[in-house]
T-cell receptor
Framework: SQQGEEDPQALSIQEGENATMNCSYK?????LQWYRQNSGRGLVHLIL?????REKHSGRLRVTLDTSKKSSSLLITASRAADTASYFC????????????FGDGTTLTVKP | EAGVAQSPRYKIIEKRQSVAFWCNPI?????LYWYQQILGQGPKLLIQ????????DSQLPKDRFSAERLKGVDSTLKIQPAKLEDSAVYLC???????????????FGNGTRLTVT
């Protein structure tokens, strides 16, 4: 069964704008991860946030986690055309150590 | 470090034929995963190995899919016989051994795109 669901399904913005995508999940998690997938390629890990953390930063990426709402958001600031990709959240639960469950992703298009 | 290697990159077969995919994980990574990604969807776990033992194969259609990881290093995934709905990208991933209650990030290969006609 699907644990994480991303929203929106698709997002189109201009270069330089910020992009925000959200992930909601159903059951309590151990941690949540965000991945990027360029067309025709495998997924690349971006950020891991643990259940006891509320916010993490990595370069132009900012991830927040609200365990009370069972949701996370990924913010990409000052987007570039190279950020065009699909973004997936993956959740890990305590009872399935090592098993990440992915949502169906948000497709981001950044127009130059 | 060298990434996860997969081959072939593309494969086209007719339904009822058989096909095999190969994966070589990052050196030292004990955990290996096979995911199926249908166009427009996220990856779905098929099987997870810890060294050469199966940890989770609950989503693997065992009547047609099989996987092995001999010697705890590289792995093969086989489909026999293939169906039209097996058309997808098959992704291999590896990770360092997960600790209790903590999961290491997954490192993915570029996948094998399978088309069943």
């Amino acid at each position: 069964s699907q644990q994480g669901e991303e929203d929106p399904q698709a997002l189109s913005i201009q270069e330089g704008e910020n992009a925000t995508m959200n992930c909601s999940y159903k059951t309590s998690i151990n941690n949540l991860q965000w991945y990027r997938q360029n067309s025709g390629r495998g997924l690349v890990h971006l950020i891991l946030i643990r259940s006891n953390e509320r916010e993490k930063h990595s370069g132009r990426l900012r991830v927040t986690l609200d365990t009370s709402k069972k949701s996370s958001s990924l913010l990409i600031t000052a987007s570039r055309a190279a950020d065009t990709a699909s973004y997936f959240c993956a959740t890990d639960v305590y009872t399935n150590a090592g098993k990440s469950t992915f949502g169906d992703g948000t497709t981001l298009t950044v127009k130059p | 470090e060298a990434g996860v290697a997969q081959s072939p990159r593309y494969k086209i077969i007719e339904k009822r034929q058989s096909v095999a995919f190969w994966c070589n994980p990052i050196s030292g990574h004990a955990t290996l995963y096979w995911y199926q990604q249908i166009l427009g969807q996220g990856p779905k776990l098929l099987i997870q190995f810890q060294n050469n033992g199966v940890v989770d194969d609950s989503q693997l259609p065992k009547d047609r899919f099989s996987a092995e990881r001999l010697k705890g290093v590289d792995s093969t995934l086989k489909i026999q016989p293939a169906k039209l709905e097996d058309s997808a990208v098959y992704l291999c991933a590896s990770s360092a051994t997960p600790g209790v209650g903590y999961n290491s990030p997954l490192h993915f290969g570029n996948g094998t795109r399978l088309t069943v006609t």
